[in-house]
């Protein structure tokens, strides 16, 4: 019923959006008669889009002189019919966006372009903003599209008509370093119709559209906007319908081929401005309500810009421009990593930044080492999640701490001692979200590092400040990001940012929508019945052959006297750095998902029923009881019994230092960890004292009678959290020839402390 009333509320959206257009259109050309276009019937452009295009198409563009006031109005005007009749009617063919949340919460209704000049991307939603301020939210570009480096406003010209012209600048910034930034000349105008209804309409200048000519900047290439923008209607008793309509040409053509996804996608576009326009929409009108809790007591306003200097600070990074003060450094004969320095942080930092804890009087700047590379097979959603979850995978205490000594008065000397917490522990502290939480915001406590200094070892608690976009592996086209920087304990609204971090973006639109969330475990393989084996199949042919681009950026503040040497550490910890993520991303492919369990294919594979099965024949064997209550000879149904089953249990090599091979969902929570990094979990970090002193106790009579209870006790989890437990059994799990394969271990009745 809801779907229903959901499709009939949309088309009586579409037809109202049609009427009302149709009339103030025709209203504005009989007050306006002198700025007709060249569709001289009476039939609105809403209703005959592709009418309007033949017409257009068929007759000449009439003379004018596109550099003055009228000329201007005359281009203004087209855009707007040309707008219009892609944003409710047909000029562009658009096909409804896979991978939008449905149901009452959804953002709206997304569609993108199909097999049309350029991309395109288009958005209807309802919002509690009036229009007013919907459209000086959406004019302030800069506020929320993050690629947006910079928007100048030229000229603003008013019209008779009460509407406004503006030409507009504007540099957007590359995604990777393996691409130029693009910029844009347009001409936007800004209409109120009869109704009340807003109008905020863009196109580019260019030689065809006649008018004047913009900037041109070195190192960017000039982009186009085709006519796009923003229909802003009022509704009765409050709010706003908004449509919003972007239609661009990224000349795909100047970057390497690999890369052209990036620029020919329209799912990426779609992510990149039209979503994420609606989005902050959204975003500000839930805040206004005043329902928007404060994180740290910090308003959302405030948070919302701590975001916003961190992806900037990190596009900065990326992107390195000349006229903020980068120029590369001399590389040492390999050019996977390049290293940037900038002598003048101040200009990059910004003057309302207190940057003066960054930088000594004696001298000094930023250095940042970046690196691009291509990915295969690996969801850009669940290698940040990764790289997020399990910082020790990949970062280096020392280079953290580091870039904590930085910050503090006198940068290479920390005062002060404070007593740690658990060595190399992260905690993370939440901040801030948006309303689909496809963003968060929050600091990340890294608990009892050590630095070495003076030949004496300090240890302190640091602090990061970590921004997290993009985790949902069911949004087509999203681009995911983890970005960071270190800040002190007294985190002041003023503080300076050097932000790091890693982007991963998809290079291969997905054809179609996928059946379920795929992640680290084995849930998306528990089917029961032949069903199962289908959908794992499928799934993995569908993410075959896909490609992503990786972008590492991590900057370094240094003084010039040790300016070498932070660059050597720079180059070779990127490296490092490279190297893991490499490592992980192999694991968290398709094809190596099964990783210790030596799965050749989907974790559904023969090898993971094989060990569900010896695991609960060795139980019932050993003990005499029955592990998992299903068919043994429904192997389908023995793992779903397994991964479902209350309890956490989970296998241990059979080593002198055992590590994890394989645990239960309940088992992954218990340690707050997934299946590839089980893999590098020892039993030995995971017991306490007492623990470890049973097991070794009872390890004998394991071996030779197959099992043993253990008392109750407490364990710690992969995040340092204690964990306490009712019992635990082990039991040596044997293979179908009796061999001995693996210890397995139940935890009962466990719970965090």
């Given at each position: 019923m809801n779907k229903l009333l959901m499709e009939e509320n949309d088309r009586l959206q579409k037809q109202v959006s049609r009427l009302v257009y149709e009339n103030g259109y025709m209203r504005q050309q009989l007050h306006n008669p002198s700025v007709a276009t060249t569709d001289t019937s009476c039939e609105s452009v809403v209703t005959s889009g592709q009418h309007h295009q033949q017409q257009n198409a068929a007759a000449p563009r009439p003379q004018r002189d596109a550099n003055n006031p009228a000329g201007l109005l005359a281009i203004a005007e087209e855009t707007l019919a040309e707008f219009l009749s892609k944003a409710t009617g047909t000029a562009v063919d658009w096909v409804q966006m896979v991978g939008m949340k449905p149901g009452p919460d959804s953002i709206g209704i997304i569609a993108v372009s199909h097999n049309c000049s350029g991309v395109a991307a288009r958005a209807c939603g309802l919002v509690s903003l009036e229009p007013t301020k919907v459209a000086e939210i959406l004019k302030d570009r800069s506020s929320w599209y993050r690629d947006c480096r910079c928007v100048d406003i030229l000229h603003v010209i008013p019209t008779g008509n009460g509407g406004t012209i503006e030409l507009i600048y504007m540099q957007t910034y590359a995604p990777t370093t393996l691409a130029a930034p693009r910029d844009f000349w347009t001409l936007r105008y800004t209409s109120g119709l009869e109704d009340g209804s807003l109008v905020i309409c863009e196109r580019s200048l260019t030689q065809s559209t006649g008018g004047p000519s913009g900037p041109n900047t070195p190192n960017f290439v000039r982009a186009e906007v085709l006519p796009s923008g923003y229909l802003i209607r009022p509704c009765e008793g409050g709010g706003s319908m908004i449509h919003i309509v972007d239609h661009v040409d990224l000349d795909a053509w100047s970057v390497p081929e690999v890369l052209r996804p990036l620029y020919e996608s329209p799912k990426i576009l779609a992510q990149k401005t039209t979503i994420a326009a609606l989005r902050h929409i959204r975003q500000i009108a839930h805040e206004s309500s005043g329902e928007m809790p404060y994180g740290g007591g910090r308003q959302p306003a405030v948070l919302r810009t701590f975001s916003q200097r961190l992806s900037r600070g990190f596009n900065d990074a990326v992107n390195g421009f000349p006229d903020d003060g980068w120029s590369l450094m001399s590389s040492d004969g390999s050019e996977d990593v390049t290293i940037a320095i900038n002598s003048s942080p101040n200009k990059l930092v910004g003057s309302h930044v207190n940057s003066s804890q960054l930088f000594s009087a004696i001298g000094g700047g930023i250095l940042c080492a970046k690196a691009s590379m291509l990915l295969q097979n690996?969801?850009?959603?669940?290698?940040?999640?990764?790289?997020?979850?399990?910082?020790?995978?990949?970062?280096?205490?020392?280079?953290?701490?580091?870039?904590?000594?930085?910050?503090?008065?006198?940068?290479?000397?920390?005062?002060?001692?404070?007593?740690?917490?658990?060595?190399?522990?992260?905690?993370?502290?939440?901040?801030?979200?948006?309303?689909?939480?496809?963003?968060?915001?929050?600091?990340?406590?890294?608990?009892?590092?050590?630095?070495?200094?003076?030949?004496?070892?300090?240890?302190?608690?640091?602090?990061?400040?970590?921004?997290?976009?993009?985790?949902?592996?069911?949004?087509?086209?999203?681009?995911?990001?983890?970005?960071?920087?270190?800040?002190?304990?007294?985190?002041?609204?003023?503080?300076?940012?050097?932000?790091?971090?890693?982007?991963?973006?998809?290079?291969?639109?997905?054809?179609?929508?996928?059946?379920?969330?795929?992640?680290?475990?084995?849930?998306?393989?528990?089917?029961?019945?032949?069903?199962?084996?289908?959908?794992?199949?499928?799934?993995?042919?569908?993410?075959?052959?896909?490609?992503?681009?990786?972008?590492?950026?991590?900057?370094?503040?240094?003084?010039?006297?040790?300016?070498?040497?932070?660059?050597?550490?720079?180059?070779?910890?990127?490296?490092?750095?490279?190297?893991?993520?490499?490592?992980?991303?192999?694991?968290?492919?398709?094809?190596?998902?099964?990783?210790?369990?030596?799965?050749?294919?989907?974790?559904?594979?023969?090898?993971?029923?094989?060990?569900?099965?010896?695991?609960?024949?060795?139980?019932?064997?050993?003990?005499?009881?029955?592990?998992?209550?299903?068919?043994?000879?429904?192997?389908?149904?023995?793992?779903?019994?397994?991964?479902?089953?209350?309890?956490?249990?989970?296998?241990?090599?059979?080593?002198?230092?055992?590590?994890?091979?394989?645990?239960?969902?309940?088992?992954?929570?218990?340690?707050?960890?997934?299946?590839?990094?089980?893999?590098?979990?020892?039993?030995?970090?995971?017991?306490?004292?007492?623990?470890?002193?049973?097991?070794?106790?009872?390890?004998?009579?394991?071996?030779?009678?197959?099992?043993?209870?253990?008392?109750?006790?407490?364990?710690?989890?992969?995040?340092?959290?204690?964990?306490?437990?009712?019992?635990?059994?082990?039991?040596?799990?044997?293979?179908?020839?009796?061999?001995?394969?693996?210890?397995?271990?139940?935890?009962?009745?466990?719970?965090?402390?």
């Open positions: 690996v969801p850009p959603a669940l290698l940040v999640r990764f790289l997020r979850e399990h910082r020790s995978e990949w970062a280096d205490p020392g280079v953290d701490a580091y870039s904590a000594a930085a910050l503090r008065a006198s940068p290479y000397a920390v005062p002060g001692l404070r007593a740690s917490g658990f060595m190399g522990s992260q905690v993370i502290l939440p901040l801030a979200h948006t309303l689909e939480h496809e963003e968060f915001l929050e600091v990340i406590r890294l608990e009892g590092h050590s630095l070495c200094h003076d030949e004496v070892v300090l240890s302190r608690d640091m602090y990061l400040l970590q921004l997290c976009s993009g985790v949902d592996e069911n949004a087509a086209g999203a681009c995911a990001q983890l970005v960071f920087a270190p800040i002190d304990e007294s985190f002041a609204d003023d503080a300076p940012l050097l932000p790091s971090g890693f982007r991963v973006i998809p290079l291969d639109a997905k054809t179609d929508p996928p059946s379920g969330t795929r992640t680290l475990d084995l849930a998306s393989t528990l089917e029961v019945g032949s069903g199962g084996t289908t959908r794992a199949s499928s799934d993995a042919s569908s993410t075959c052959n896909t490609r992503s681009v990786l972008t590492i950026a991590f900057q370094f503040s240094y003084e010039n006297h040790l300016r070498e040497s932070v660059a050597a550490m720079a180059r070779q910890y990127v490296r490092t750095v490279v190297a893991s993520v490499q490592r992980v991303a192999m694991a968290i492919a398709p094809s190596r998902l099964g990783g210790q369990l030596e799965m050749k294919q989907t974790p559904g594979s023969p090898e993971a029923h094989t060990l569900a099965r010896w695991i609960g024949r060795s139980y019932r064997f050993h003990t005499g009881a029955e592990l998992l209550r299903a068919d043994t000879q429904c192997t389908d149904a023995s793992l779903k019994a397994l991964w479902q089953h209350s309890d956490s249990i989970m296998c241990c090599s059979l080593k002198a230092a055992p590590v994890f091979t394989f645990a239960n969902q309940a088992g992954l929570d218990m340690l707050e960890t997934t299946l590839i990094a089980l893999q590098d979990i020892s039993l030995e970090k995971i017991l306490d004292d007492d623990g470890r002193k049973a097991l070794c106790t009872e390890y004998p009579k394991i071996m030779q009678q197959g099992f043993a209870y253990l008392p109750g006790g407490v364990c710690v989890s992969s995040m340092g959290r204690p964990v306490s437990y009712e019992q635990a059994v082990a039991w040596k799990v044997l293979s179908d020839d009796d061999t001995p394969h693996c210890l397995a271990f139940m935890f009962v009745n466990w719970s965090f402390v």
